[in-house]
T-cell receptor
Framework: DTEVTQTPKHLVMGMTNKKSLKCEQH?????MYWYKQKAKKPPELMFV???????INESVPSRFSPECPNSSLLNLHLHALQPEDSALYLC??????????????FGSGTRLTVV | DAKTTQPNSMESNEEEPVHLPCNHS???????IHWYRQLPSQGPEYVIH???SNVNNRMASLAIAEDRKSSTLILHRATLRDAAVYYC????????????FGKGTKLSVKP
């Protein structure tokens, strides 16, 4: 399995809702990432997990809460979002630090719309 | 953060070679140079990466300047399916490792 799987592919949520995005990989990668991408802009790094521990938080608002339950799974919990949070949310994985540098594998993303 | 500079857009004809340039003058000596591409409504796709030597794979070639301040992605024969936004970036690894995307180059391929 050489893929990063993200679910759901599309999500519409109200500003008072709580929802979660899921990301899964079975390549044995030890680093996982969340990126946010607005239309016609490059992806922006949000969080980095390394060996299941949060290693980078790029000053992301607390309404976004990441979780890494195990080495294969990465979640992004969403609560009280704003319409400007509507974007494509991308998950990625890599071999991780301390290993020979390999390419990163990205999922297809979750298209989030906040109404 | 080290930054990359790429042309906003480039055009190519189908079946001709394409050279996509990137400047990364502030990249550190241990950061790998990565190239990814992104088609509309899809996640970025790995193309190639390297450290100091030129690299080849089935998708492309990567030519890295001797001083590592620039690199060029070479698509040997562009196809319509190569039309995408191409991102060049450094893997600012150190003890963690993460990719910081620049603005990228939008490649158009004409039949």
């Amino acid at each position: 399995d050489t893929e990063v799987t993200q679910t759901p592919k599309h999500l519409v949520m109200g500003m008072t809702n709580k929802k979660s995005l899921k990301c899964e990989q079975h390549m044995g990668h030890r680093a996982m990432y969340w990126y946010k991408q607005k239309a016609k802009k490059p992806p922006e790094l949000m969080f980095v997990y390394s060996y299941e521990k949060l290693s980078i938080n790029e000053s992301v608002p607390s309404r976004f809460s990441p979780e890494c339950p195990n080495s294969s799974l990465l979640n992004l919990h969403l609560h009280a979002l704003q319409p400007e949070d509507s974007a494509l949310y991308l998950c990625a994985s890599s071999q991780g630090p301390g290993t020979t540098n390999y390419g990163y594998t990205f999922g297809s993303g979750t298209r989030l719309t906040v109404v | 953060d080290a930054k990359t500079t790429q042309p906003n857009s480039m055009e190519s004809n189908e079946e001709e070679p394409v050279h996509l340039p990137c400047n990364h003058s502030t990249i550190s000596g241990t950061d790998y140079i990565h190239w990814y591409r992104q088609l509309p409504s899809q996640g970025p796709e790995y193309v190639i990466h390297g450290l100091t030597s030129n690299v080849n794979n089935r998708m492309a070639s990567l030519a890295i300047a001797e001083d590592r301040k620039s690199s060029t992605l070479i698509l040997h024969r562009a196809t319509l399916r190569d039309a995408a936004v191409y991102y060049c970036m450094g893997d600012y690894g150190g003890s963690q490792g993460n990719l910081i995307f620049g603005k990228g180059t939008k490649l158009s391929v004409k039949p």
